[in-house]
């Protein structure tokens, strides 16, 4: 097999892909839009992109403007370099794939590939097909140091269309935080662009309350997008940054513009959950998040305090006061399942939520934020409490279309 893949050089124009959570695609676009008409980096020409319902396309891009898009969009889930299109016949073997992509100088002495083939459309070759001749010539092995990334197989008819993960570990994964084994949290992308909705429904917020906190991942997205937090603050490894061209200075520049506009935030955050080893998590957690932003250096003033108990019982005036009467309140609701479960149907549970959450708005407080519906009669039970129409926007997430309602 003829593998043509040019060496890298971050100068150079390519194609690049990023993947976004579903239902996030038209938000993307226009940001995407306002980020290159107004660029941080200087640039020689405009790139160009396509966007699509789960991804985006940056074509006539170079590796510098690659990273800015990617450093300004925190709810990206992977960021790939396209290798190219190859022909699929009775012949085709990806035999020297590996060898070529290294010699490319796009896979790092240190790094591993776990292979991923999909199918679209009516393809000859399935799945289990271009599996089969991969693991013909390569098991899927770790590094000493346990670094993969992915290698995307996509076949569309005769044609396999093959990029490269240059993320490493999911995008989602934010840096060295232990999650909490006993939940099946929201994704962290998914978070971050929920949040960012509500951010412009609702900008500068003094405080966060978070009702069934669970591992906290509104918590700490809420923190990160209001700080202007986003892939070049967290504590990991990205294989982008063992390229022998990976730009450092531009990857610093980018740290700091993007926060630079959201110095001095002070901000108050109130979790609340029933289980006492999810509240001894989350405590645990905070310590180590104020660490982390305290490490930054971004001048961030981070209240954050817990409360075990069913959130129903809790009184909000109680609540409100001991945060120090905050005058504008982000407030994002992620039910849990177990709490759904127990409850018999979502549409009581939803009820009662609505109901609970009359109370905080009577508070002398400007309260917005979004509950998450996992089914129409959630949906409509909530809305039906509250009283009123609210937006709605709907995202998938773990393979539930999920209704968002933003009040």
Same mark, same amino acid.
């Given at each position: 097999m003829d593998w043509k893949i040019s060496r890298f050089k971050a100068g150079q124009p390519r194609r690049w892909e990023f993947l976004l959570p579903p239902g996030s695609a038209k938000e993307t676009e226009s940001l995407l839009r306002s980020i290159l008409s107004e660029p941080f980096l200087p640039r020689t020409h405009v790139p160009e992109f396509k966007v699509f319902p789960e991804k985006f396309i940056l074509e006539k891009t170079n590796f510098r403007q690659a990273l800015e898009v990617l450093a300004r969009i925190p709810w990206v889930r992977d960021f790939r370099l396209n290798l190219g299109k190859f022909y699929l016949d009775g012949e085709f073997s990806f035999e020297d794939l590996l060898e070529q992509i290294r010699a490319s100088k796009l896979l %790092?002495?240190?790094?591993?590939?776990?292979f991923h083939p999909q199918i679209r459309g009516r393809a000859e070759t399935s799945r289990e097909d271009l599996q089969s001749l991969w693991e013909d010539l390569y098991s899927t092995t770790s590094s000493e140091d346990g670094m993969q990334t992915e290698l995307n197989a996509l076949a569309i008819g005769e044609d396999l269309i093959l990029s490269l993960s240059l993320a490493g570990e999911p995008l989602f994964k934010r840096g060295n935080f232990s999650p909490l084994s006993k939940s099946a949290p929201m994704r962290e992308d998914s978070a971050s662009f929920l949040l960012s909705l509500l951010e412009k429904k609702s900008p500068n917020p003094d405080a966060v309350f978070v %009702?069934?906190? #669970?591992? #906290?991942?509104?918590?700490?997205?809420?923190?990160?997008? $209001?700080?202007? $937090?986003?892939?070049?603050? *967290?504590?990991?490894? *990205?294989l982008f940054q063992d390229l022998e061209e990976f730009p450092a200075p531009t990857w610093e520049f980018l740290k700091k513009r993007l926060t630079e506009s959201r110095s001095d935030l002070n901000l108050r955050i109130w979790w609340n959950d029933s289980e006492e080893d999810v509240c001894s998590y989350l405590e645990e957690r905070s310590t180590q998040y104020q660490k982390f932003i305290k490490s930054l250096?971004? #001048?961030?003033? $981070?209240?954050?305090? #817990?409360?075990l108990g069913d959130f129903f019982s809790l009184s909000p005036k109680e609540v409100w006061n001991s945060m120090g009467s905050p005058g504008k309140i982000w407030m994002p609701f992620n039910p849990p399942y177990g709490l759904r479960i127990k409850n018999g149907s979502n549409a009581g549970l939803y009820r009662h939520i609505a109901e609970k959450l009359k109370e905080w708005w009577a508070l002398s407080s400007d309260i917005s934020g979004f509950i998450l519906c996992p089914d129409e009669e959630s949906w409509s039970s909530f809305q039906k409490g509250i009283g009123n129409k609210l937006e709605t926007i709907h995202i998938t997430h773990g393979g539930i279309d999920l209704r968002v309602i933003y009040f």
């Open positions: %790092p002495k240190n790094w591993e590939v776990r %009702p069934f906190a #669970g591992s #906290g991942t509104f918590i700490w997205e809420s923190v990160a997008l $209001l700080n202007g $937090l986003s892939f070049p603050h *967290y504590d990991r490894r *990205y250096g971004t #001048g961030t003033k $981070l209240m954050m305090s #817990g409360e």
